[in-house]
């Protein structure tokens, strides 16, 4: 196990050592990235300075050297913007907006997506079946940003019943929760339904219906925690599709999360910041990825010595 | 193996609308009845037909700079469209021969071209193309750029997979003491017998990748106006929701029912090939 965890995390650190830079690399690829960073009012001084400020006088490998050891310390460059707030300062302020909206979609399309996972496998066929299949099948056509504003235009423009939008309060989570976990939750019901089917027709179960366990018991808890392992397996990339999902909808309901502010960032062109909302969220993925890694081989030791 | 009733009705329902779909992407120019990018500051704004204030000469009304919507949804069409078959096709070539190669080489090709798959997997998508716009400017080119870097590893990933099960078997081991080249041997022998499940795997990627455009268009990072866009569309009509709420909502039920047609398609085609696999997410 020790030695598993180990290499995962060696592969991380090589996948992060990339990540930095291909970052890197696309911010060099316009020549002298400077030029980003000015302005039409910027005057010839403001070049020279920026340039030595920045380093970018130095050779491409020294730089990069400087771009890594500040990135190590947390100093991902400074914002052109405003007060020119530090990149790395801007996106931790907007990051838990963010995981929250994240982290309470994914436990609420959990809750509601693997019981009618569940409950579709048991009557694979029949018209609840269908029904739900549909649902799930809509729920992964439609653009989050469309569900967004449809319903936020029904339920806080027409009905008056929800905040269009805001950030601090419970009812402000209600309709971006809403519009980002119809995908998420279609993905938990089909993965569910996919993975029970097969856990249902296999050996043990038959074996435990044998045993005269109950049908309840045997469907809920036999066969479920079965199930759950190819839903794990899948829970990192639903995860980082929820994040991307998080960086448009936050642009539909004014969510002061990171995804708002790289929408900033892009509308400003404020290239640091932007860059390092792109790292910030590419080691989260990674984070994630390894541990849902970790947490799989713990379950399952199949996996530790493959 | 025969399909259940449901699904021969969905997948021809699905195949109807992308039928139609298609022949209005092809002849949009003989079938909008406007320019979609000529705007006439006269009529901004107007409802569709049903509305109060409506009329038959805008079918579905006009947009803020008094653009035709009925033209840039049929216009979008091509578009949306445009983008999914050539992304797809770059992803699906490049994707399907390192797949291949990593799953018949094996070995170090297949370390390397496997971690780069998972890269393209943990890369966050929306935020690279967000990138990719600030320095290049948004452009056709960048879109399917940045489309075709996160989805050739999932053709990649399919890819291997089939090869190496095809690897073992018979005739290819017959080719091999043949004396046939590996490059024929991954071209003639192991390409043609995973087409079709890379086919399907095309099938649900077309809904993947026009919700991903349009979301880039959405954020302003996709095609530039004045193309007809629907992701575009509902970003622009977004600022009028309270008064003109059918700017946003036709567009985005264009897109539904377009992803909502090809993963019916690609469900039943699933289902077709393969009736003992369910689909993943």
């Known amino acids: ?306 | 193996m025969r399909l259940g009733l449901a699904d021969t009705i969905t997948s021809i329902v699905g195949l109807t609308i992308i039928l139609i779909l298609v022949l209005m992407a092809i002849f949009a120019q003989q079938i909008a009845p406007y320019d979609p990018t000529a705007g006439s500051l006269l009529d901004r704004l107007k409802p569709p037909f049903w509305q109060e204030g409506g009329s038959t000469a805008h079918l579905l009304g006009t947009d803020v700079l008094g653009r035709d919507t009925l033209s840039r949804l049929i216009f979008g069409a091509r578009t949306s469209l445009a983008v999914a078959v050539i992304a797809i096709l770059v992803a699906g070539t490049i994707g399907s021969t390192l797949g291949i190669i990593a799953g018949y080489l094996g070995g170090w090709a297949d370390i390397i071209i496997m971690r780069a798959a998972d890269l393209a997997f943990s890369f966050p998508t929306i935020l690279l193309a967000m990138v990719l716009a600030v320095i290049f400017g948004a452009s056709f080119a960048n879109i399917i750029l940045v489309i075709a870097l996160v989805l050739w590893a999932e053709y990649a990933r399919m890819a291997r997979g089939e090869s190496l099960k095809i690897k073992s078997m018979d005739y290819v081991a017959l080719a091999r003491v043949a004396g046939v080249s590996k490059t024929k041997i991954m071209a003639r022998h192991i390409l043609p017998n995973i087409s079709s499940s890379l086919i399907v795997l095309a099938t649900l990627q077309v809904g993947v990748v026009i919700i991903l455009e349009s979301s880039l268009s959405f954020l302003g990072v996709g095609m530039p106006p004045p193309t007809p866009d629907w992701g575009a569309m509902i970003s622009e009509g977004r600022s009028y929701v309270v008064t003109a709420w059918w700017l946003s909502l036709v567009p985005g039920v264009a897109i539904l029912l377009t992803v909502l047609s090809f993963n019916l398609l690609g469900d039943a085609l699933t289902e077709w090939m393969n009736p003992s696999s369910h689909r993943d997410a």
Do not use: C
Not at chain 1, 131 to 138: G, K, P
């Open chain 1, 1 to 306: 196990m020790q030695r598993y965890i180990f290499r995962r995390l060696i592969q991380a650190v090589i996948m992060l050592f990339i990540v930095s830079t291909v970052v890197f690399a696309l911010s060099r690829m316009t020549g002298n990235p400077v030029a980003l960073l000015l302005t039409e009012y910027s005057t010839e001084e403001d070049k020279v300075r920026l340039t030595q400020e920045l380093g970018f006088d130095k050779s491409i490998p020294e730089q990069y050297i400087i771009f890594a050891s500040n990135a190590l310390r947390g100093d991902l460059g400074r914002s052109i913007r405003g007060e020119r707030a530090p990149a790395f300062q801007l996106v931790a302020e907007r990051f838990p907006a963010s995981a929250q909206l994240a982290v309470i979609t994914v436990i609420v399309s959990f809750l509601i997506g693997v019981p009618l996972g569940v409950i579709t496998a048991v009557k694979k066929g029949s018209l609840v079946d269908t029904l739900v299949r549909i649902f799930a099948l809509a729920g992964q056509s439609a653009p989050v940003f469309w569900i967004g504003i449809v319903a936020m235009y029904v339920l806080s423009v027409q009905l008056r019943l929800l905040p269009s939008s805001g950030y601090g309060k419970p009812e402000q989570f209600v309709l971006p929760v809403f519009s980002l976990s119809w995908f998420t939750l279609a993905a938990f019901v089909r993965l569910t339904r996919s993975s029970m089917i097969d856990s249902l027709e296999s050996e043990y179960i038959k074996l435990a219906r044998i045993k005269g366990l109950s049908e309840w018991i045997v469907v809920w808890k036999h066969a479920l925690r079965n199930s759950l392992l190819p839903v794990l397996t899948y829970s990192g990339i639903i995860l980082g599709r929820t994040i991307a999902g998080v960086v448009v909808v936050e642009t539909v309901f004014a969510w002061p999360g990171i995804g708002r502010l790289a929408y900033e960032s892009v509308l400003g062109r404020d290239f640091p910041v932007l860059q390092a909302v792109v790292l910030i969220v590419a080691t989260m993925f990674l984070l994630i990825n390894l541990l849902v890694d970790i947490l799989y081989a713990y379950i399952d030791p199949r996996i530790r010595y493959s």
